[in-house]
């Protein structure tokens, strides 16, 4: 049940469906390898009284396993026209952490910064700022759910190029 539609938009839901498809494709891989036992009508008795026990196990189980390893390593690129600001964000959960270094082919404003979901507008909090700089580096903690990136503004008079380079726990980049 996702009353809110979080569930979907965070990707959750689609994860429970995958992990209940391959489990039910496991199951049916394991009654298809008790029919080809000697006694198929033991083996398809058996079978309905054991099918719960693995579809709970697996349901406890899987949801663990990838919530540890779930780091990601995405190369984003963009280019600004004299004047022009745009933004980087990443979904990411509370306490997901995220390795990151941006440059750019000339000086640039920048804002680190991250949103909750369905944030206010101007509602926002911030994690940096730099003037006229070329690059920064380091490492991002999402203080709560929501979107988490930076704003670039170019103040120069020529094109700017920005290529940015994230690792770590996040869900989507969003350009």
Partial sequence: VDPTGLGRAMGLTQMGEIKITLAQEALADEAAAKN????????????PATVPAPVQQ???AQ???????????????????????REIKLEM????????EWSASGPVNHDTHGETYNAAQGDFHSYSKGRQIKGDKGELTALFDGTHGWFWRNRTTGNVTIVLNTTGDYLNVKK
């Avoid at 080809?36 to 079978?47: G, K, L, W, Y």
């Avoid at 919530?67 to 990601?72: G, I, Q, R, T």
């Fill in 93 to 100: 959960l509370k306490g997901s952490v995220v390795a990151y």
């Fill in 58 to 60: 697996v349901a406890v």
């Fill in 63 to 85: 949801p663990a396993k990838p919530a540890a390893p779930a780091a990601k390593s995405d190369q984003v690129s963009l280019t600004l026209k004299p004047g022009e600001g």
């Fill in 36 to 47: 080809a036992a000697p006694a198929p009508a033991a083996a398809s008795a058996i079978i």
